[in-house]
């Protein structure tokens, strides 16, 4: 048993970031932005005591020493995985609202840790295939994406769009971090998660379909009709299970060989037109709302080609098997059904 510090319990990700590490018998205390949200999260797991299941408020992750208080702990913490960070685009402050956050949260739980909870040994962050990705590139046929890559984003291009302000805050906050392990030296090792789109079933108590997060809209839409007769961009081509990175993280935790290394958590290529067949087969009752005509580069595979992936290290280090994405989306409809979609 390890005990873990969670930061943004509430999270997509880190709901099941949480039920996995209680199902491995973890003693975790996890930090959300209010009393409410600790509640529901209490309600939810009935059998689980205060011993195994406690929470932290940290209302503003990107105030100064925001984590000093959450990261002390009896007994003390020896883990902490680093969840909590902005996704989301509609954005009036690039960098208040996306940047600062997601740079000053993840080098401010890193400075609590090395001041107050010197018993930490392990440090596990979320951070994105938006770290990796280079846009400027495009479809790039030939490359292989892998944990070598890094966003060439500059801190001007940053400024430009939400969507650009989105990717540098991942970049930005996962360079922080290696950067603080570097020159700081803590006790601590580190490692990264880095997904692309995550799709998967949500967890009920948490969300409702106006919070949803945003990999997952699309599949709410499809479901509810709303892209029937217009091509939705599948834009990034590369996708995993939020099941599968969840267990990523808990891996990274627990084993030895997994420290100071980033890991690209991918369960491959897909296209939209796979949702929608996924959809199709195991939901005959929804099929009159589905498209039945996709273009090439949209919402089906380029033919010119595009970039390949290599995530051989979450595989052969973290023992990932990832997920389908019929077993992905079949999921997650039923799941979005369950609170009303």
């Not at 650009?164 to 700081?184: D, I, N, Q, V």
Request: glycine content about 6%; charged content about 25%; proline content about 6%.
């Amino acid at each position: 048993m390890t005990r873990v510090l969670l930061s943004g319990g509430s999270g997509f990700i880190a709901a099941h970031v949480l039920d996995i590490l209680l199902e491995h018998g973890h003693s975790v205390v996890t930090t959300v932005r209010s009393q409410g949200k600790a509640d529901k999260i209490k309600e939810a797991h009935p059998d689980i005591g205060e011993d195994k299941l406690s929470f932290a408020i940290v209302e503003d992750i990107a105030v100064e020493g925001a984590f000093d208080e959450a990261v002390k702990s009896d007994p003390p913490f020896e883990a902490v995985i680093h969840t909590a960070s902005p996704f989301h685009f509609n954005v009036t402050d690039i960098q208040k609202q996306l940047l600062d956050p997601a740079v000053v949260g993840t080098t401010g739980i890193l400075k609590s840790i090395k001041k107050h909870a010197p018993e930490v040994k392990r440090v596990v962050i979320t951070s994105s295939f938006a770290a990796i990705v280079n846009p400027s590139k495009g479809l790039w046929p030939g490359h292989t994406y892998s944990e070598e890559d890094w966003s060439p984003l500059t801190q001007e291009e940053a400024l430009e769009s939400p969507m650009a302000g989105y990717r540098a805050s991942k970049t930005f906050a996962e360079k922080a971090a290696w950067e603080f392990l570097e020159k700081e030296k803590p006790n601590f090792k580190i490692a990264t998660i880095n997904p692309p789109l995550v799709f998967g079933p949500i967890v009920h108590y948490l969300n409702s379909l106006d919070s949803l997060n945003t990999s997952n809209q699309r599949i709410r839409n499809y479901m509810q009709g709303k892209a029937k007769d217009e091509p939705v961009p599948t834009g990034v081509y590369l996708w995993v299970d939020v099941r599968d990175v969840a267990l990523a993280h808990v891996k990274a935790m627990e084993l030895p060989e997994a420290a100071n290394k980033r890991f690209f958590v991918t369960a491959g290529h897909f296209s939209n037109r796979e949702i929608v067949e996924a959809i199709s087969k195991n939901f005959p009752d929804l099929k009159d709302g589905l498209p039945t005509e996709f273009k090439k580069g949209v919402d089906d595979y380029p033919e010119e080609g595009f970039y390949s992936y290599d995530n051989s290290r979450s595989r052969e280090i973290l023992g990932l098997k990832f997920r389908s994405i019929e077993e992905c989306v079949t999921d997650t409809v039923k799941s979005l059904q369950a609170v009303g979609a």
